[in-house]
């Protein structure tokens, strides 16, 4: 489905290429590349990750990162920073 975020906030979806055993994990953000000190759960489904971040400030640049946390083994993967 579609999700319109409203005003100062961004609708994410991370889609699976391949299946992943990943059950649980977090966005990271922030205003700086080495500074992602805000998090959100992500919501998990069979395909994909999402999630709505909301309380951003229009006009500021933010940057973005998945970590999974579960299974233990795929906690130390992280997705690029964008």
Not at 21 to 27: D, E, L, R, V, Y
Not at 30 to 35: I, L, M, N, R, Y
Not at 37 to 55: E, P
Request: aromatic share 10%.
């Amino acid at each position: 489905g579609t999700v319109t975020p409203g005003a100062d906030q961004i609708a994410i979806e991370l889609w699976f290429l391949i299946s992943t055993a990943i059950t649980s994990g977090k966005f990271y953000y922030g205003t700086s590349k080495t500074a992602l000190i805000n998090s959100k759960a992500a919501t998990v489904a069979a395909d994909k990750l999402s999630a709505t971040i909301t309380g951003l400030t229009t006009g500021v640049k933010y940057y973005i990162q998945f970590r999974p946390t579960l299974p233990a083994t795929d906690a130390l993967i992280h997705s690029g920073i964008y």
